[in-house]
Each structure stands twice: as C-alpha cells, then as structure tokens.
C-alpha cells in the first residue's frame, strides 16, 4: 500500500449548527472570526485553508475536562517549542492560556502537550513599564478577546499597561525559536521582564505540591542578551540598564544569578531601555540541551536582520503547505473552521525534540546524535491520529518511529506516555501498534530489526513489580485492554517480517482475551482477579466503563459478533449503547463503536449516530470539542468521519461519507483518490458503493470510492436490519 499521501478534498458539509455555541451567537460568531483574521502583512502566502483555522477552539470552559485542553499557540506543524500568552502558571490539569481569563502576564515558550501533562522547560517573556514586576500574580495586564488576533502562525493582542498606557504585544515562532514584537504607546520606562525558574506543581489535586528546579540567569549588555537554562533571548534595543529578580526582589545592576532548586531564589532578569524606545524586538532561543545550543537554534532559525513579517510568513507557509492540500467545497463558515482547525489540531503532536541532529534523552540524561519527537500519547492516538498522519505527514513517520527505537534503547522499553521522560500514564504497549501499522503502509527508514525485538518485549516480559504494583488511573491485574490489541499488532508486524511461528502466536493470544472476560451470564466483560475469579462488573476499566470495554475488541469484530450471540444481537446490544446514553464520546475507548454497526450488517444506523456524535461534540466556538483532545485524537475521529472513513482496527478501513465530493491527491501514487457522495448534504444514508467501477456489498474501502446516497435508511451493509 502506497503510503505517502498529500490531500486536495472537495466537500459538502452536511450537518447543522451546533447546540454549544453561546446564546448571543451571531454576535459571538463576528468577534470570535475577527479573533483570527490576519492582519495585512502577515497574510502572506495566501491560504483560505489556513485563514480558517481558530487555534482558540477547544480552549474554553473552566474544567480541565470541559473543552478539549487546547492551547492556542503560535508555531509550525510539530514545534518543539509553542508560544503562547500566559493566562495562568500552567501545570497537569491547566493550560497557560485560558479564554475565560481576562489578563495576560506574559509570553511563554511552552512544552507541555496535552492539558493532563506537565510542563518542562519553559520561559516566559513579559513586557511591562514603570515598576519592574516580576511575580505572576502581580504582572498580568488587562486585555479584550475584541483586540486579540491568533492565528497558527502570527499572535496579536493589546495589553493596558499597569502604570498607565497600553503595549502591543506581537508573536510569531519557529519550531525552536521565539519572535515577540513590543510597541509601546504612552507609558514610562519600558522594560522586558524573563522568568527563568518557577515552582513546579507536581500532579493536579494540590497546587501547593510543589517543587523547586534549579537554574541560572544572565545579562550581558554588550549581546544585548539575556540567558539562562536552557534559553537565549536577543534584543534589538540597547539596554538602558538592568538586574536580576529572586522571589519578587529585585536586584539592579546583577548580572548573573543562580537558583540551586531550594525555593529561595526562583529566578528572573530584565532590562530597562530608554523612555523614548517605542517598539521592542526580542527573539528567544529554546533548547533541551544547553545555553549555547539555544543560541545556535537562534542563529539557525531567525538570525539577526529577520523582521517578524518574514518568520511568521515561514511559518504560515508551512501550515499552507499542509492546510492547502485540503480543499473544501461549500459548507457552513462553522463547519468550514471546525473542519480545518481539527487538521491543524492533529499535526502538532508528537513534537520535535532534537536539535542540529542531537537530542537530549531523559531516560539516559545524555546527548545522542539523531531526530527524536515527545509528548507521544499513544492510548489515544494509536486508534486514529498515528494513521492520519501516515496520510497527510509521512514524511514525519520513519523518525518518529526510529525515536520510538531510541527511548526503547535508553530507556528499556517503547513509551507508552513520553513527556521528555517516560510518564508510565495509561495502559497497554499501543506503540507496538504504531509500529506494526507503519511497517504495514509500507513505512521504511528505521531500523526494522530493533523494531520487533522492542515489541517482542512488549509482548513477552512483563514490567517489573507488574503483580504488586497498583496506579491509580489503571487496576493491577487486569490484561484484557492491556495486551490484545497490541498482541494483534505484533503478528501482523511478525509476520511482515516472515516470522510465521510468532505470529501465530500472538494472533492465537490475542484471540482469547475477549473469550476469557466475556461473562456469559451478564453479556459483558469482566476483569477478573489474579485468582481467575470475577472482579466485578465496575471493577478493571481504564477510562471506561463495561459498556465501552465490551465493544473493544477492534481486532476480532467477527469474533466478538460471535461471541455476543450473532449479528441480530450485536446489533441490538448497540442499540442499547447508544439508546441508553451509554457512549461517551468524550473518551477514546467509545470512538470506533458507532462504525461497528457497519460491520454487523446495520451500517444506515451507524450513519445516524456519527452524524449525531459530530453534532453534539464538534463546534467552532472555544467550547468546540468535548472531552479532552488528547494530542489530535478527538480531531482526527472528526476528520474521518468526515470524509468518510475511521480505522476501527489501524490496519484496516471502514468509510461513511458526509459530503458530495473528496479528491486525494496521493503523491506515492499513480492516480487520486476520488471520493463521490451525490447528496449528501441531505441524504444520510448509503444506498449503493462502488470501487473503481465495481459494485462492493461490504464496508470495506481502501481506495477510489463512490456512493450512491439516499435520504432513507438502506440496506446496502444493513441486511440485519433489513
């Protein structure tokens, strides 16, 4: 299979307003649209698909499981660093930028992936005037969402300064540099503020839990620099004078200071220009590996002499390179964002992590020569993310993969939730999945060898302490999720490489995990305890519930349709699902349920409920996504959903079309992809396919694809319904 892909779509979107947006709509809907307009200057090249993304979807509500966890930063497709204007000291369960918030207390250079992970290595940039203020709770200046512009590669927003005028904070960003633009009207002594250190909350149920990283500062006038662990700021501004910050004191005239990780000298330093400087460039190196790397990241990326125009002109021309491979006809402007903010959302993460081809490794605490990404959150994103981004990014997938290898060889074992280091989070060895579906789409340039005999680990050595030791997202014992799927996995990759006996061994054991936790007496999975007996049916689930674990066999969906008495009953079991308000979409266990009544031979009921599941949990305000996104899972469910397919099992496909007309461009390939739906902006449901000309009666597509659509429930992939 053919596996670079570069899209051109031409859709109809189908399905109406969502039931989220804000009761004031039409007037939220011309403020909120504003919010990302660009201004003139930093429109350039040209891109509809790009002017249609809203990086604040996602970003609103005030629970970390309210909205999706978005930040809405500011840098190229997989960044190492995203800048970002700092609402809030983020830590696991708090971004730094929330829309509810109403001040801003400075520009920070973010590494934190997802809303339930923590942040490492962060600086922040904050412009003020008059009094120096280095603490958060007493920097942060008032703003208006109505005088904000973000875009993915160009941030704008006015600050009222706290003494009295107003600064204009302008942002744009590199994968590892920074570009932040100050204009100051009105005010008194301008100054730039850098916090080096902070305390660091450790977990999310006491932010009082804290610890105290070491670290450094330093100023040298003369580079008109300021540095410190691991970051580089330049000015083009000479500096009128300057100092460190320890705890809120400031010291004027100190040039260097260092925090040795104790709580008593958390760290900052600023410089103070002329009263009559007016505009403030400032460009910030970032680096896992060390000050003078920050400083070459910063001389390679946007040397001296680059204006802001050109870098957010770079990095817009990177997204619009991406973005305008899509192209959509009609649709809502609603829909048109929602759309195209999902594709943006899914090709942030996993984030670069090397630099000048070295990396910094947290499992070894050293420096290696090769590319390597993080903020890898493979429970969710092996399902569909990882697949779309074999489509739309392979070019990303053999050094994704490799770097897979490289945490494996320092670290012992594939990441399961790699955050610089590994985060143990969540259950399974789902980058075993990753792997074999890469290698299965025909990705090459990693090292195969190392690949199998990192997923043989997987499949073969438990973890150590694995009987005894119990976490508090996930139950002991319990090896159902855990292994199945990624046993599945390891055959298929097993027996790419010809190993036969292995891989009859893993598909045979993946195979009866389902049989051995299917409870005959209830018709749900059941963990069971260590002694072989039943645990209990709200005992074992890992973000999930019986319902959702009784659907999860991805791999064997003929067999699970067996095992639950047959296609008429599976079938009703579904019903039951949804009908009872038993699917929860806002977690990745219930995605590909709503595609398996397509396999079971009821696919026009399949078809309602996606439509229903992208209406309730989809929108273009900043409450657009529901649950948690998950590093680009809730987008990339949407994204195939659109456009008509979802791998239920990664290595396979199952297609629903929303829209009239989709053409693929496929580089690696000698013709599109063309996808004809006549209709189906108003009719739902699928009448007929066809495969390059050939009548198909299953639903099972891998590449040109035409439906036929109707506005009635059909019987083509719905005989037991029927």
């Not at 009105?186 to 006491?206: C, K, M, W």
């Not at 159902?480 to 190993?499: F, M, N, P, Q, T």
Request: charge should be negative; glycine fraction near 10%; aromatic fraction near 12%.
């Amino acid at each position: 299979m053919d596996h670079g892909f570069a899209f051109v779509f031409k859709v109809h979107m189908i399905y109406a307003r969502q039931n989220l947006l804000f009761s004031s709509l039409c007037l939220f809907i011309l403020l909120f649209r504003a919010a990302y307009s660009p201004p003139v200057g930093f429109n350039d090249p040209k891109s509809w698909a790009v002017d249609l993304v809203n990086p604040l979807i996602g970003n609103g509500g005030d629970s970390p499981n309210g909205s999706g966890g978005m930040v809405p930063s500011t840098a190229p497709p997989f960044a190492m660093t995203r800048w970002v204007a700092q609402t809030r000291e983020n830590y696991v369960s708090v971004t730094p930028y929330n829309y509810t918030d109403t001040t801003i207390h400075g520009f920070q250079g973010t590494h934190q992936p997802a809303i339930w992970m923590g942040e490492s290595g962060q600086v922040v940039v904050v412009p003020g005037a008059g009094t120096i203020q280095s603490l958060f709770k007493r920097r942060g200046m008032r703003f208006s969402h109505g005088e904000e512009v973000t875009t993915p590669s160009y941030y704008r927003v006015h600050l009222n300064a706290i003494e009295g005028g107003s600064i204009l904070a302008e942002q744009s960003a590199t994968s590892r540099v920074g570009y932040l633009r100050f204009t100051f009207s009105d005010t008194q002594t301008p100054y730039v503020f850098l916090e080096a250190t902070r305390a660091s909350v450790i977990g999310s149920s006491n932010p009082h839990n804290v610890t105290y990283p070491s670290g450094s500062i330093a100023i040298d006038p003369a580079a008109c620099e300021i540095s410190g662990g691991y970051f580089v700021a330049r000015f083009d501004a000479p500096f009128v004078s300057f100092g460190t910050t320890r705890n809120g004191t400031v010291r004027a005239g100190e040039r260097a200071a260092r925090d040795h990780g104790d709580g008593e000298g958390l760290l900052g330093g600023y410089v103070i220009f002329r009263p009559e400087t007016r505009t403030v460039n400032v460009r910030i190196g970032v680096s896992f590996i060390s000050v003078e790397q920050a400083r070459r990241n910063l001389d390679s990326e946007i040397p001296d002499g680059t204006r802001l125009e050109q870098t957010a002109k770079k990095t817009r021309t990177e997204w619009a390179e991406k973005l305008d491979r899509v192209r959509v006809d009609g649709g809502s402007q609603e829909q048109l964002e929602t759309f195209y903010t999902a594709i943006f959302h899914t090709l942030q993460y996993p984030y670069e992590q090397d630099e000048d081809g070295l990396y910094f490794s947290g499992y070894d605490n050293k420096v290696h020569k090769g590319s390597s990404y993080t903020g890898y959150s493979v429970w969710d994103t092996f399902r569909a993310v990882w697949g779309w981004q074999i489509f739309f990014a392979p070019e990303r997938i053999p050094a994704m993969v490799q770097s897979m290898l490289q945490d494996y060889k320092e670290g012992g074992w594939l990441p399961m939730w790699k955050n610089v280091v590994e985060t143990n989070i969540m259950v399974g060895t789902h980058a075993d999945s990753l792997i074999a579906e890469a290698a299965l789409k025909g990705i090459v340039g990693f090292d195969v060898d190392l690949a199998y005999e990192a997923v043989l680990k997987d499949g073969t050595v438990p973890p150590a302490n694995d009987n005894t030791t119990e976490y508090s997202d996930r139950q002991e014992n319990v090896g159902y999720e855990v292994r199945a799927d990624d046993d599945y996995a390891i055959s298929v990759l097993a027996h790419l490489l010809g190993k036969i006996e292995d891989s009859d061994f893993f598909r045979n054991r993946s195979m009866h995990a389902h049989t051995a936790l299917f409870n005959n007496a209830t018709g749900f999975m059941e963990a069971r305890n260590a002694s072989g007996a039943w645990a209990g049916a709200d005992h074992g689930w890992t973000e999930g519930d019986k319902w959702a674990y009784s659907f999860d066999v991805a791999h064997a969906i003929d067999e699970l349709i067996a095992l639950r008495g047959g296609k008429a009953k599976f079938v009703h079991s579904l019903d039951e699902h949804f009908n009872g308000g038993h699917n929860d979409h806002t977690n990745e266990p219930s995605h590909h349920i709503p595609y398996l009544y397509a396999l079971a031979g009821a696919a026009s009921r399949g078809q309602m409920h996606i439509r229903e599941i992208a209406k309730m949990n989809y929108n273009n305000s900043v409450n657009g996504l529901s649950g948690n996104e998950d590093c680009g899972q809730m987008s990339a469910w949407y994204i195939y959903s659109a456009l008509g397919f979802y791998p239920v099992n990664p290595v396979a496909g199952v297609y629903v079309p929303f829209f009239d007309r989709i053409t693929i461009n496929l580089p690696a390939a000698n013709r599109p992809l063309h996808v004809i739906a006549p209709g189906a902006n108003i009719k739902p449901y699928v009448k007929s396919m066809r495969i390059d000309g050939k009548e198909v009666y299953e639903p099972i597509i891998r590449h040109s694809q035409i439906f036929e659509m109707s506005e009635t429930p059909q019987p083509w992939a719905s005989s037991i319904i029927f």
